[in-house]
């Protein structure tokens, strides 16, 4: 809808007046021959280099994550902060609110807009490529075998697969999401990206927002205290991260207030070979039991 269209284009020009519009070198380009003989040459820029921070994939950085990690409550979970050099998260950003386009979607559950899945973007498409390389870079970066190792070695995930699955989500005021536990098929590991709120219009609780994290009542698997232990404040160039844990990783969207800044994030997962054990005690499991028929 135009309001959100309007205030998320005013966002990326508010930046621009304040001379943080990122740079950086144009992709070069490399050819790819169809055929044989005088056949069409397409050409495919190449990607820019990660855009992970520097030093993120260290020894002394995995570690420090790891042990922030166990440390977090009501559940292991961490904020890798920063996760890229912000110029080019910027300019992810730019990349996602010019050529992706979001679809509204609303339930009891969630209100929200919403990409398609960002795996669809093929890298050796030419124009995609062209218009989107920061976002493709930093795909290429999160699901890379390095950085799955790092999470693997934070989260005591075990092995994950390279299987991509993520997406562009916005928040426009008045958009939640309930609260679940995010197990569906073999996801491992949740991740969210935050896109929002850099410079000085940085994210505050005022702005709600928050991934709020619950404790289980009573200590009974399955079962969600009322209210969050924990409230993550959706800050730019942070990425929240947690094991996909059946009946146990419960969390929320806090109801996002205010109107001059939609929340916007990339939600993913990291995938394991083979779903978890204990998955009857999954929030959508307990759900679908409940509705069915006697």
């Known amino acids: 809808p135009a309001p959100l269209r309007r205030r998320l284009r005013g966002m990326e020009r508010a930046r621009e007046e304040a001379g943080d519009a990122g740079g950086g070198d144009a992709p070069s380009s490399k050819r790819r021959r169809g055929g044989t003989g005088d056949a069409a040459v397409t050409e495919v820029p190449d990607l820019p280099p990660s855009p992970l921070s520097p030093g993120l994939l260290e020894e002394p950085s995995g570690e420090s994550l790891k042990q922030a990690y166990e440390a977090g409550e009501p559940y292991p979970h961490v904020v890798i902060d920063p996760l890229c050099v912000p110029e080019r998260l910027l300019q992810v950003r730019d990349e996602i609110l010019h050529h992706v386009k979001g679809n509204y979607k609303e339930s009891d559950l969630f209100k929200l807009y919403q990409t398609p899945d960002l795996k669809n973007f093929e890298e050796g498409d030419a124009d995609t490529v062209s218009r989107m390389p920061n976002m493709l870079a930093l795909r290429r970066a999160i699901y890379s075998a390095e950085f799955r190792a790092l999470v693997e070695r934070v ?140």
């Open 155 to 294: 989260t005591g995930a075990g092995p994950l697969t390279d299987e991509t699955d993520l997406s562009a989500n916005v928040y426009d005021v008045g958009g939640h999401l309930l609260c679940h536990d995010d197990v569906i098929g073999t996801r491992a590991v949740s991740f969210i990206i935050y896109l929002s709120g850099d410079g000085d219009d940085a994210w505050e609780a005022a702005d709600g927002g928050a991934l709020e994290l619950y404790a289980l009542d009573g200590g009974r698997l399955g079962e969600p205290a009322l209210a969050p232990s924990a409230a993550l404040l959706p800050l730019f160039n942070t990425m929240a991260m947690f094991r996909v844990l059946p009946g146990r990783s419960f969390h929320a969207v806090q109801q996002v207030m205010t109107a001059t800044k939609p929340r916007m994030s990339i939600q993913g997962w990291f995938h394991a070979a083979h779903p978890p054990a204990g998955a009857e005690h999954a929030s959508l499991s307990q759900l679908l039991a409940s509705t069915a028929s006697p």
